[in-house]
């Protein structure tokens, strides 16, 4: 080997070897403090707000399969969460709306979930950004943008509390109300069917976006508890909750959740023995049941399936 050629190889071993180093050490890093993703960061006066992006690691065989899951995860659940938004503007407009706490809770909903919906846009600029393969020599791995975080801090953002388990949900000027255990039995029917299609994604084994997952695990955790308080006002009812029939037209953006296997509400009104939205009898029954908790598992902490790093733009 001529000294030019071994100059140009002591240069490109180093190199590779950095490379390697670093794309194990972003591996093993995000796979042990998956925190770095947080998603549910909210803004702290005084910090400067600093967008990162971050960033799907894979091979590049899977990287296909792995972007068609995360724009199918993308499209049905903005689609759900502007149902909830929709669904929720149109209780807070209703006179007949009267649940002290069903009413905080649409609030927070709009509130939360416009932010949420932001957040998964930012996923789908990303993903129609092109990813880049890096050859090692050894091995070659797709890095795909997977998502922005930092937002919480750019657009300010403060989460809206959510009713806790011991807040009134009538009180004596302000009773439970048909209309509060229609938008009760409603929104509980659309949240089964975020918990459907997050649990879905989670256990998609070419859902690989970190970000999603931990996203999912909000959803999950917040979603369950908003059942619950749901429910307690359906059981706060005077009246006859089980004879409170809700139209179909109330339960909005189910259309999109083809993720979770669901389809669009073809029936005309929906009880707790309804069928909806690909739900069984059986499911839509237990989502209306008035009970003590909801009685949902947490979702399934986000897998180390590839590697997830986040760079600073």
Do not use: C
């Amino acid at each position: 080997m001529s000294s030019t050629n071994q100059i140009r190889a002591s240069k490109r071993l180093p190199l590779r070897l950095t490379l390697a180093a670093a794309v194990a050490a972003t591996v093993l890093l995000t796979a042990g403090s998956p925190a770095w993703a947080m998603v549910g960061e909210q803004y702290e006066p005084g910090t400067s707000p600093v967008t990162t992006t971050s960033y799907s690691v894979m091979s590049p065989e899977a990287l296909a399969a792995a972007v068609k899951a995360d724009r199918d995860y993308v499209t049905g659940m903005r689609a759900h969460h502007a149902g909830a938004l929709s669904m929720s503007e149109e209780y807070l407009a209703d006179p007949n709306a009267s649940s002290p706490a069903l009413r905080e809770l649409a609030q927070a909903i709009v509130h939360n979930q416009k932010f949420e919906i932001g957040l998964l846009d930012e996923v789908a600029r990303n993903l129609d950004r092109p990813a880049r393969v890096v050859n090692l020599g050894f091995a070659r791995l797709a890095v795909q943008p997977a998502a922005t975080e930092g937002l919480g801090q750019r657009d300010r953002f403060m989460k809206y509390p959510v009713p806790g388990p011991l807040a009134p949900v009538f009180s004596e000027d302000a009773p439970v109300t048909e209309r509060d255990v229609q938008f009760a039995k409603a929104m509980t029917i659309h949240h089964q069917g975020a918990l459907d299609m997050a649990r879905a994604y989670q256990a998609d084994r070419n859902g690989r976006n970190t970000f999603l997952s931990l996203l999912n695990v909000d959803i999950v955790t917040d979603q369950t508890q908003e059942i619950a308080l749901m429910r307690r006002a359906i059981a706060a009812y005077a009246g006859n909750a089980d004879a409170v029939q809700v139209p179909a037209s109330m339960v909005h953006g189910m259309e999109g959740m083809s993720h979770a296997g669901h389809g669009a509400a073809t029936s005309t009104q929906v009880s707790a023995a309804d069928a909806h939205a690909g739900h069984s009898a059986t499911a839509i029954a237990a989502a209306a049941r008035p009970a003590a908790s909801a009685g949902h598992g947490a979702a399934p902490a986000p897998r180390g399936q590839g590697g997830h790093a986040r760079h600073g733009h």
